[in-house]
């Protein structure tokens, strides 16, 4: 995958399988807080449910507690902002790590990153489906299939995302419909909000595109993710006291 492009910032490319969610969001604040290399990071699937909320989450809010309790859903603080998903093996994550100086066009705010992010995958989905970003989404037509999250530092930034490949219907019985939920949504339960990407790709052909759309903008290097490092993360696993604990609000 090494294609230097003269001019181009080098980009490294991590290709994971299959990766717990949670050591994924470890290896990405990892590099975002003790790297000074761009990154993108691609986990395809992960190895089984699990609930992953924004920085600020409160899972009375977001969350069916009492079910998620019973069915022992993990339920995860991520250290980025952003909305409330369920995760497993149907889900393909993909996550942009930059110095702001290798994007100088790209203001280091949410929606200018969000706005180059919708351009970027504009290529990967062009021709496929009526593909937008919508709000903080990316739709196709009305329907979600990808929630994104963000977190941006003095000098870097990334911008991650949740793409629903496939979906299990009763997953998502165990996420509420949320107090703010972007107005597209029109109050829709999350079976007529969300679709799967399945209809319109394959996983493969996803990640290529992906990674041929990255090379559009950056020189890319295969690497592999970083191990032994000392680095305290801040995604941490929800206790089931905690759950409890968030269960009694809710009543």
Not at 62 to 91: A, M, N, S, Y
Request: glycine content about 6%; proline content about 6%; some cysteine.
């Amino acid at each position: 995958m090494a294609t230097r492009k003269v001019g181009l910032p080098l980009m490294n490319v991590i290709s994971m399988k299959g990766v717990p969610i949670l050591q994924q969001l470890e290896i990405e604040e990892c590099l975002l807080r003790t790297s000074s290399d761009n990154w993108c990071i691609i986990n395809d699937g992960t190895n089984k449910p699990n609930i992953v909320m924004g920085i600020s989450g409160k899972p009375s809010e977001l969350v069916e507690i009492k079910p998620v309790i019973e069915d022992k859903i993990p339920v995860i603080r991520r250290f980025t902002g952003g909305g409330t998903v369920i995760v497993d093996d149907g889900t393909i994550f993909v996550s942009f790590i930059c110095n702001k100086d290798s994007v100088p066009d790209v203001q280091p705010y949410p929606r200018p990153i969000m706005s180059w992010s919708s351009l970027l995958y504009s290529k990967v989905f062009h021709g496929i489906a009526d593909f937008k970003l919508r709000e903080n989404d990316y739709v196709f037509g009305v329907r979600k299939f990808g929630g994104n999250a963000q977190s941006i530092t003095k000098n870097r930034w990334i911008h991650h995302t949740s793409f629903l490949w496939d979906y299990k219907t009763r997953n998502m019985s165990y996420l509420k419909v949320p107090k703010r939920a972007p107005d597209y949504r029109l109050a829709r339960d999350h079976l007529d909000f969300i679709c799967p990407m399945k209809d319109y790709l394959s996983r493969s052909d996803f990640i290529d595109k992906t990674i041929e759309a990255a090379r559009s903008h950056f020189s890319l290097a295969s690497s592999d993710p970083p191990s032994n490092f000392e680095f305290t993360p801040t995604s941490k696993l929800l206790t089931k006291q905690e759950l409890e604990a968030a269960l009694i609000k809710t009543h």
